[in-house]
């Protein structure tokens, strides 16, 4: 087996590991690259991965850019235009740019007080009973419920 072949194969190990820990920790590609080549139990295959241009101590950025897939990092700066899949580019992107989880609380299950207070007033309730039985303010419950109505 040649040199080459041995760090490709050392890469295409290192790379997922690279991918998963820039997503997992909100990171970029350069910084997870850092971490994961840093770790000790990482440094045989980042030795194989560098091969003769490994000089000892911490890599340089230039040297981590080594470690991109050219082809994700193309489309990456495409995206949202992109035709591959968002899960594969996300390590790709910058993290500033990423999808970001958002917990609405119309996902939890329980309607908004305003629809309650609607309901209540449909039923007939006054505006003062709507304000005591939800906790809110007198401004919210006439903000709802215009006078004029």
């Known amino acids: 087996m040649t040199t080459y072949t041995k760090q490709r194969e050392a890469r295409s190990l290192l ?39 490994f000089r000892g101590g911490y890599m340089s950025p230039y040297v981590l850019r080594q470690f991109k897939d050219p082809l994700k990092a193309k489309e ?10 968002y899960e594969e580019l996300e390590a790709y992107i910058p993290p500033g740019r990423r999808h970001k989880p958002s917990v609405a609380k119309k996902k939890l299950g329980r309607p908004s007080k305003k629809a ?8 007939g309730y006054s505006r003062v009973e709507i304000m005591e039985n939800l906790g809110v303010s007198t401004a919210t419950v006439y903000r709802w419920f215009p006078v004029g109505r």
């Open 76 to 85: 990456a700066k495409k995206w949202p235009n992109s035709n591959v899949p």
């Open 15 to 53: 790379l997922p590991a690279i991918e998963a820990y820039a997503v997992k920790n909100g990171v970029s590609f350069i910084i997870a690259a850092k971490a994961v080549l840093r770790n000790p139990i990482n440094f045989d295959l980042s030795y194989m991965a560098l091969g003769k241009g």
């Open 116 to 123: 309650l207070g609607q309901n209540l007033w449909r039923a």
